[in-house]
T-cell receptor, first 114, second 112 residues
Framework: GAVVSQHPSWVICKSGTSVKIECRSL??????MFWYRQFPKQSLMLMAT?????????EQGVEKDKFLINHASLTLSTLTVTSAHPEDSSFYIC??????????FGEGSRLTVL | QKEVEQDPGPLSVPEGAIVSLNCTYS??????FMWYRQYSRKGPELLMY????GNKEDGRFTAQVDKSSKYISLFIRDSQPSDSATYLC????????????FGKGTRLSVIA
């Protein structure tokens, strides 16, 4: 299947700092990528849809000023958690589709805010 | 009623057993159905992808979709300890660049 890569796989930061997570489609171009968040023993919750060259579309209840999404190229989307707080600690996962209908996920990035 | 219902388990079976995992859904517009396997602290891995009703087989895995009943299943034959993971069903009305609606996931343990 297609490969979606995320970096970093885990990060620990102090409260109040910002953290950037990268999502790359390695062997295909993706005009759209999706960002999900997953709390322990919970399912994936869609946060936002990242669109190349335009603004992201956020799900209800997700603060766009806190979770900044930039989709600057057809193979890269970034999620920046600004002024992170302990309640932002979670597993963040991106996904993308090579337009075959299937959706592939990155390995996920585990954020721990102290 | 949630859009996608999935029993969270945990489900524990002996090695070699046939495992049946199921999801029900309420949105009749869903046409594309997927099963993902997720190991602890890893991203979901696509196992099966099916369109509309019918069966699809891939090795030890068989996916079934019954749109009339709004019910999908994943069968695992000759289950192995390495199959121990959380299995998530997911579905969407459209293919490609549309977000998926996920079930909560079923935790499976295959005991050697």
């Amino acid at each position: 299947g297609a490969v979606v890569s995320q970096h970093p796989s885990w990060v620990i930061c102090k409260s109040g700092t910002s953290v950037k997570i990268e999502c790359r489609s390695l062997d295909f171009q993706a005009t759209t990528m999706f960002w999900y968040r997953q709390f322990p023993k919970q399912s994936l919750m869609l946060m936002a849809t990242s669109n190349e060259g335009s603004k992201a579309t956020y799900e209800q209840g997700v603060e766009k000023d806190k979770f900044l999404i930039n989709h600057a190229s057809l193979t890269l989307s970034t999620l920046t958690v600004t002024s992170a707080h302990p309640e932002d600690s979670s597993f963040y996962i991106c996904s993308a589709s090579p337009n075959t209908g299937e959706l592939f996920f990155g390995e996920g990035s585990r954020l721990t805010v102290l | 009623q949630k859009e996608v219902e999935q029993d969270p388990g945990p489900l524990s079976v002996p090695e070699g057993a046939i495992v049946s995992l199921n999801c029900t859904y309420s949105n009749s517009a869903f046409q594309y159905f997927m099963w993902y396997r997720q190991y602890s602290r890893k991203g979901p891995e696509l196992l099966m992808y099916t369109y509309s009703s019918g069966n699809k087989e891939d090795g030890r895995f068989t996916a079934q979709v019954d749109k009339s009943s709004k019910y999908i299943s994943l069968f695992i034959r000759d289950s192995q300890p390495s199959d121990s993971a959380t299995y998530l069903c997911a579905m969407t009305p459209n293919s490609g660049n549309t977000p998926l609606v996920f079930g909560k996931g079923t935790r499976l343990s295959v005991i050697a």
